[in-house]
């Protein structure tokens, strides 16, 4: 084969494979291996509302609306866009994103670039955020700003509907437990039950109902289209309800009879509302019971959205997240500032001895950054004032006792007056800083000299025994010997034995493994080729607990034979 027909062949053969999918070439619809799909026009194509998965191997039939089922998320971005995703078996919009009037937008907060009022979503509310001329998000016309994440409407005059009493933008004006502005009388917060008046949907008589074959738009009921491949469905921001259509929220309306979902209204004739003092569900059909107050009950985190982005449904009760805090006075989980970051207000920078100058958080005179920087510590500037963490002890070279929670001098240095100066193992630039008598300075450090050894504390130096069964006070001066110090004498710990002119060793019986002479027994034994193994005219006796060298009855035994029995003994240990 020439090397043109060759790259005739791979040419073709690309052809084929490219054929199989969605989009390829065919000449028939066996010629496409995606399930479904036919060959139209010589094209591999998916039936009419179908999309092919992401791995084009099947067509799959399209879904329309916002919490219908699916198998894969192409199934719902083609109808609620590039935020729309299948989670769970369920078409939603991923997180980062909302559903209002048939898509998921991208979720923009105040002060963010915008190219479309839709994307900015605030307090839960479409209402409440606008992009302005700037394309910046900002609060609407008749809202007010809370914090710098949450916007709320304004009441100007008594019977005005509000949810606190901030909404309510008159002097002397509170926010009764009926959800109206009315001149303050001491009227008390107390629970709200919203009335529970169902909307009846007015009966309708249509020719065709919703998912009925149809030929054209028209044969459809009201707010309905008929889909190319001929079935009815709703328009965008409309949702199937017994057949019919009815708008989601943020959907035209010229009346409240037009918004059937629980608690919403018509706002000034022109799109579906929630009424005051609910808020829109996650589907924008319905509105839920905004709870008033925080540690009331809940069951989703919008219930909660009174309290602004960051307050959350935690064990059904409303709740602050993380990385916020409760300001009573503003009704709102307020963002917390580390100490550092930029901030307009001190309510910003979280509760108690933290302020706002210079636009940066910081610590009032006396107080210190927690090792976080998510609050600020009280100074603890003397030895025993009480301390959580080391760098509440804000005097040098001190350390939070994490027992006692007090302050006291950190390792290497010792307690002097109210100072912590440098003991053994201290810092020092000269020999006078080392204030332990026959300590010096080597090599930056506060060392013993040569024949002593610091104690624990670090604050004097031993005398170091060299001696086994010498005089000692501390442990720490028989460490030479490897030993304790015993009723003031070096002494070797109980399973350890004195070698001579060496050390303690820990015990090893004869035909055990060593590295060093004196690790064996010290009667009539040595060190041989890595095993203990016992002196010449000196022979291995076993007795019930351990291996030994005696000399009776004075048999000679050759170090071969010695190890030779050495080895069968090992032996039946190991089987046994």
Known sequence: MDCKSLTLLICVSCLLCVSKQDGGECQEDADCEIEFAACINTTCICPVDFVPNNVYTKCLKVVHSYGENCIDSVQCSTSLKSGGTCLNGTCTCQVGYHYLRGK?????????????????????????????????????????????????????????????????????????????????????????????????????????????????????????????????????????????????????????????????????????????????????????????????????????????????????????????????????????????????????????????????????????????????????????????????????????NMTSKNCICKEGYIRDGTKCKPGNGGECLKETDCTVARSICVDSTCKCEEGYISNLSFDSCMPLTKKYGGQCESTVQCSELNADCVENKCKCRPGMHYAESWKCYVNVNVGESCTHEGQCPPEHSHCLKGFCVCDRKYHVIYDGNRTFCSGAPALFYSTKVQLSLISCLLYIFIRL
């Open 104 to 400: 998921c937008w991208k979720s923009l907060g105040l002060g963010d670039k915008c190219k479309h009022s839709d994307n900015c979503w605030v307090s839960n509310d479409f209402e409440s955020s606008v992009c302005n001329k700037d394309h910046v998000c900002t609060c609407a016309t008749g809202y007010y700003q809370r914090e710098h994440t949450s916007c709320r409407r304004e009441s100007h005059k008594p019977g005005e509907p509000c949810g606190i009493s901030l909404d309510c933008k008159f002097d002397n004006a509170v926010c009764t437990m009926n959800r109206t502005c009315e001149i303050n009388t001491n009227v008390t917060l107390s629970s709200f039950i919203a009335p529970a008046n169902e909307k009846i949907i007015p009966p309708q008589t249509l020719s065709l109902a919703v998912g009925d074959n149809c030929t054209s738009s028209t044969d459809c009921p009201e707010h309905a289209s008929c889909t190319p491949n001929g079935i009815c469905l709703c328009n965008m921001g409309f949702y199937t309800l017994d057949q019919t259509c009815h708008p989601e929220l943020g959907a035209k309306c010229s009346s409240d009879s037009d918004c059937i979902g629980k608690n919403t209204m018509c706002r000034e004739e022109k799109y579906c509302t929630c009424k005051q003092g609910f808020v829109v569900s996650k589907d924008g059909r319905y509105c839920d019971k905004l709870s008033r107050y925080i540690g009331w009950s809940c069951l989703r985190d919008e219930q909660c959205s009174l309290f602004g982005p960051n307050s959350i449904c935690l064990n059904k009760k409303c709740a602050c997240n993380n990385e916020s805090r409760f300001v009573e006075d503003q009704m709102f989980c307020w963002i917390t500032k580390k100490t550092g970051e930029a901030c307009t207000d001190d309510k910003d920078c979280g509760s108690g001895n933290v302020t706002c100058p210079g636009g940066k958080c910081a610590c009032m005179p006396g107080n210190h950054p927690s090792s976080g920087k998510n609050s600020c510590r009280t100074d603890s500037v003397n030895f025993g004032e009480p301390c959580v963490e080391s760098l509440d002890c804000v005097f040098p070279n001190a350390i939070c």
